[in-house]
T-cell receptor, first 114, second 113 residues
């Protein structure tokens, strides 16, 4: 099956710094990728839809200036958490849409902001 | 916003027993999918059922879909300790655009040896 990778798998940063998370489709091209956030023992919440070559579409309540998304190529989308604070600590998961509209999920990135 | 609700929130059973998890949703859907997540890990796709299907099987998994009641169930038969995980339903709304998925709250399943 199609493989999606995320980097880094975990990151610890100081409050106020910015963190970039990469999502790559390894063996297929994805014009659309999705970013989710998951707090402990909770479900995945869709944050935004990332479209190659155009602006991301953010879900209601998600600050686009805080969570910058760049989908610069057909195999890479990045999520940058700007000026991170402890409340941004979470598990961030991306997925990439395949040719049959299925979604393939990455392994997730655990962000801890001190 | 989440549109799926799942019950039970947590389920604890013995190995060999069957586990049933239910999911309800609010809007019309294109399809409904079930995923599994081990603690702190990514998602594993289990099964997809389309809105015009009523039942689907995959190994020890059986999924039903009732679009009139906007609900689905996942049955795991002859459970094993390795089935311990969180299980989520996810719906692809008809009006979602870009085929986005909306996840339910999830059921935490614990299978004891």
């Amino acid at each position: 099956g199609a493989v999606v990778s995320q980097h880094p798998s975990w990151v610890i940063c100081k409050s106020g710094t910015s963190v970039k998370i990469e999502c790559r489709s390894l063996d297929f091209q994805a014009t659309t990728m999705f970013w989710y956030r998951q707090f402990p023992k909770q479900s995945l919440m869709l944050m935004a839809t990332s479209n190659e070559g155009s602006k991301a579409t953010y879900e209601q309540g998600v600050e686009k200036d805080k969570f910058l998304i760049n989908h610069a190529s057909l195999t890479l989308s990045t999520l940058t958490v700007t000026s991170a604070h402890p409340e941004d600590s979470s598990f961030y998961i991306c997925s990439a849409r395949g040719g049959l509209n299925e979604q393939f999920f990455g392994p997730g990135t655990r962000l801890t902001v001190l | 916003s989440q549109q799926g609700e799942e019950d039970p929130q947590a389920l604890s059973i013995q190995e060999g027993e069957n586990a049933t998890m239910n999911c309800s949703y609010k809007t019309s859907i294109n399809n409904l999918q079930w995923y599994r997540q081990n603690s702190g890990r990514g998602l594993v796709h289990l099964i997809l059922i389309r809105s015009n299907e009523r039942e689907k099987h995959s190994g020890r998994l059986r999924v039903t879909l009732d679009t009139s009641k906007k609900s689905s169930s996942l049955l795991i038969t002859a459970s094993r300790a390795a089935d311990t995980a969180s299980y989520f339903c996810a719906t692809a709304p008809l009006s979602g655009g870009y085929n986005k998925l909306i996840f339910g709250a999830g059921t935490r399943l614990a299978v004891h040896p």
